[in-house]
């Protein structure tokens, strides 16, 4: 299988092109090529596909197997790609990306021939709580805002987030009662000012990684209701920042970072994988 590597501030993902390349029962293939230390190494599998109604199709599987919704630093890096491997023509500056969470418009910066920085579209995001709502984790009480922006997060507010072991308290907040059976991506937001928060995320499937698209833009959007943050917002994450933009007169948020490829290769799938 011929893949490339490609990251968002810290958010990997193994790519794979299924203009050219079929890959069998992809859920197995992400579980085999996100090990990072029998695999490739990633936070999980993305196949870029032909469609129908955009420019291409974005499918996404997590680290455990699972298809995910949406990725925000992915649907960015699938963009990259799309431009600098010709599958857009080369003048073209604006594409479009299918998603599980709909098609997603992507804004090219481009240098050198090559997409550098990459603002997406994210669309309305939907409040899916009270504001804010209590919950108890493992006998602690918290608060959170539930916000879907194509896929379901609990944004949770805490003084400072370096001390947080997310190893052992981040499956008690994905797998509680109150979001299943779907699970849920948990982000702890500490609030530096109204123009900046700084964001560790869990993410259901895949477990810590060091950035979230779609967690920054929820946690931005939750913040404003909050009555946190103004409406143009730097989320430092651990891979690096996003600049998230709330427009006010189409309700819409956009999000802005880099897409990087890292490198490509080949990798035999083990054909026992399929069997477990």
Same mark, same amino acid.
């Given at each position: 299988m011929n893949f490339t590597k490609m990251q968002g501030i810290g958010n990997d993902y193994v790519y794979v092109d299924c203009f050219k390349e079929k890959v069998e029962e992809p859920g197995k293939a992400a579980r085999f090529v996100s090990d990072r230390h029998f695999g490739i190494g990633s936070d999980g599998l993305i196949l870029i596909? $032909? !469609?129908?109604? %955009?420019?291409?199709?974005?499918?996404? *599987? /997590? %680290?455990?197997? !699972?298809?995910g919704i949406m990725c925000g630093n992915g649907v960015r890096c699938v963009g990259k790609y799309a431009y600098d491997h010709g599958l857009v023509p080369a003048d073209r500056r604006q594409i479009t990306v299918e998603?599980?969470?709909? &098609?997603? /418009?992507?804004d090219l910066d481009i240098l050198d021939g090559r997409a550098v !920085? &990459?603002?997406?579209d994210m669309g309305e995001a939907f409040l899916t709580s009270e504001l804010p709502e209590d919950i108890t984790v493992d006998g602690t009480d918290y608060r959170f805002v539930g916000i879907?922006?194509? /896929? $379901?997060? %609990?944004? *949770? *507010?805490?003084?400072?987030?370096?001390s947080l072991d997310l190893e052992k308290i981040g499956p008690a907040f994905e797998l509680h009662e109150r979001f299943q059976p779907h699970r849920v991506n948990t982000e702890f937001i500490q609030v530096v000012d109204r123009g900046h928060l700084r964001m560790r995320v869990w993410e259901r499937g895949s477990g810590e990684t060091w950035a979230c698209g779609t967690g920054a833009t929820a946690s931005v959007m939750a913040s404003i209701l909050m009555g *946190?943050?103004?409406?143009?917002v730097q989320v430092s994450l651990r891979g690096g920042s996003l600049q998230i933009r709330l427009d006010r007169g189409t309700g819409h948020l956009f999000m802005t970072g880099p897409a990087v490829e890292v490198f490509s290769g080949s990798i035999d799938i083990p054909r026992e994988i399929y069997y477990d």
């Open positions: 596909c $032909p !469609s129908d109604v %955009a420019d291409c199709r974005m499918e996404m *599987y /997590n %680290a455990d197997g !699972s298809q998603t599980l969470g709909g &098609i997603k /418009n992507l !920085s &990459i603002t997406v879907d922006v194509g /896929n $379901p997060h %609990a944004v *949770y *507010y805490m003084e400072e987030i370096d *946190y943050v103004d409406d143009q």
